[in-house]
């Protein structure tokens, strides 16, 4: 218990939710999650799901809880939608959409996620980071990179998001590496970093070969023994020298920062460091907190 | 029950075992099928599914039964091994792998797989199409694709297979549609033609764009509202431009046949069109027969 908490920062995605409870000065006392993602819930399961999750932490009394969430729990399937703003346009809207709440200690407010009419794209939750990488850089102008299941390539300029494209390289990865042919040739942990440099670069490169290359994971591993491990670094760097075949105008010239998980994150840097880019390193998790700091300032300033 | 099998031809792939019975002068007398393919069979339990199967058909009694197989079944997790022969050679080796049988009737005899060494390439089955389109058209100089889950572009010059090249674009499209974000914006059996000729001729002209291109589907469904047999159509057509793409010197200027099941082979006959390539379609499952009919009249000439 902690009578400290000031408010409740919220990353809430299709298949995790989770709390941090901030104190005074934005210090940050408590941590939790569940695996009650988006994904999982029916429309009117999100509030005892919240609840379930913060009431250990912050007690079961009449104390007001101001929440501030952002990520799929605001879509269309979500707790309550937040409607996508078309870019161009600041990563935050200072009002933010308030979820209906039986407790009446409860303030939920989300934030909305962002769109782009051509190329269609959407992002919901990583407005959130890019917004507190900015809060954080304010002067900043070039690309973010936040890699995912559904890698985000965000061009930033005058403190406007004002392109972006998603690469859906993590889902792929994951749905070849666990339901085709393939998933007899990667069955491990191991990893063959040579072999994944050569892999992105020969694809960013030579894209047009990504189709034939896949199958001769399989065929190598029967003909020639090809280990596990460089079959999975292969793989993982034909799908990444894919993403950055087709993000190029995002990290060409540019200044680039990258904000996500730690490991995701130095495999990104390091298959751009191949092709001779040197990026940031920022915290995602650091990041959302930021991000959701910001998105409840702004949206004080704006109310009053 | 049929007295006149002459010999037994059987199909038998990871998941899906057929076998016919062929009569005199080739007549095809019946056709069965079931679902223990490979994939399903424990190492000892070939013998007996296969039993099963066709006892209805040629009855309980001690008349030989002359099989002849091609597919799966001589992999290293089937019944019997039939090592692979590297390329260039002829579809068939005149010696046929026997299986072990515990029924002193059964003769179970196997066609070997294909192998190419650079670049890392396998085949189990198509061999045996691959000759029996040859054993109808034995003058043929140019490329044969055999479109399946993992499609096959086959380099013929005078009678022997030159070189091969595998896409696993069936098994792509299936975990993909099945098994990411997508899933959601594919469901349906309807198809857009004209997304699908787009799709095909975008990407085999911009393949570094196709890493981009998949998450926009989602993302025109949630803003646009795409159809999802438009989204079907143009994810299928964004892999078989990648396929495409990759097998260029397998199709540009040269004499193409198409062997496989109809609709996927008129499916690549179109997006070929699109790109103005004339194929000849050939049936697979008479290519099968008519190559294991060759595969068994080339082992009686061997062993005679």
Chains 1, 2 share one sequence.
Not at 183 to 195: C, F, G, K, L
Request: proline share 5%.
């Amino acid at each position: 218990m902690s009578g400290a908490v000031e408010w409740i920062a919220v990353d809430w995605g299709t298949s995790t939710l989770r709390a941090w409870g901030i104190g005074e000065g934005g210090s940050l006392l408590w941590q939790v999650q569940s695996d009650r993602g988006m994904g999982t819930l029916a429309p009117g399961a999100f509030e005892t799901a919240f609840l379930e999750l913060i009431i250990p932490q912050v007690g079961d009394d009449e104390e007001p809880l101001d929440v501030i969430a952002c990520g799929m729990v605001g879509a269309r399937q979500g707790w309550a939608e937040a409607a996508y703003r078309p870019v161009p346009c600041r990563p935050l809207d200072p009002a933010l959409i308030r979820a209906p709440t039986l407790s009446p200690r409860l303030g939920f407010r989300i934030v909305g996620g962002l769109c782009q009419h051509r190329p269609a794209d959407v992002m919901r939750g990583e407005e959130t980071q890019v917004a507190g990488f900015l809060s954080l850089n304010p002067a900043f102008d070039g690309v973010i990179c936040l890699p995912g299941t559904h890698t985000k390539w965000v061009h930033i300029s005058a403190g406007e998001v004002v392109s972006f494209q998603t690469c859906m390289t993590g889902d792929l990865f994951a749905a070849i590496s666990r339901h085709t042919v393939l998933r007899h040739s990667v069955i491990t942990e191991d990893w063959n970093e040579t072999a994944f440099s050569e892999a992105v670069s020969d694809t960013v490169s030579r894209p047009e070969r990504l189709a034939a290359k896949l199958f001769s994971l399989r065929a190598e591993g029967l003909l020639d023994g090809l280990a596990p491990g460089t079959a999975r670094a292969r793989l993982s760097g034909l799908l990444i020298g894919a993403e950055l075949a087709s993000a190029r105008p995002y990290w060409l010239g540019q200044d680039l920062a990258i904000v996500g998980a730690r490991g995701l994150s130095k495999l990104y840097a390091s298959a751009l460091s191949g092709l001779g880019v040197t990026a940031t390193i920022a915290d995602g998790d650091g990041m959302v907190l930021k991000g959701l700091a910001a998105a409840r300032a702004l949206s004080a300033e704006y109310n009053s």
